[in-house]
Nanobody
């Protein structure tokens, strides 16, 4: 089992920045893919981006690829989501996930954090 804990969410104005962190503990694997997803009421969970743990490959949703950056600190078992030029439509609960397969489908991930709220005011 892998435990994931997100932090760094909060309230920010349009155009501002936030950096989310996701620390992993437990039975981590170098083959894991680490993913970020977000969800708003009434909508399905939405893919944001991924990063490989054993390699540096990344994948981003078109809606965020020019504004968000995923990075990692392998020594700390932590991944980060740097969010710049935030928009009101970025408002959501952001979740960190880990899985052996990865990809853009939420069902591919077995481990999830509790989520952290990001609110962008206009």
């Amino acid at each position: 089992q892998v435990q994931l804990v997100e932090s760094g969410g909060g309230l920010v104005q349009t155009g501002g920045s936030l950096r989310l962190s996701c620390a992993a503990s437990g039975r981590t694997s170098s083959s894991f893919v680490r993913g970020w997803f977000r969800q708003v009421p009434g909508k399905e969970r939405e893919f944001v981006g991924t990063i490989g743990w054993s390699d540096d490959s990344t994948d981003y949703a078109d809606s965020v690829k020019d504004r968000f950056t995923i990075s990692k600190d392998t020594a700390k078992n932590t991944v980060y989501l740097q969010m710049n030029s935030l928009k009101p439509e970025d408002t959501a609960i952001y979740y960190c996930a880990a899985g052996l397969v990865g990809g853009r489908w939420p069902g591919a991930y077995a481990s999830w954090g509790q989520g952290t709220q990001v609110t962008v005011s206009s």
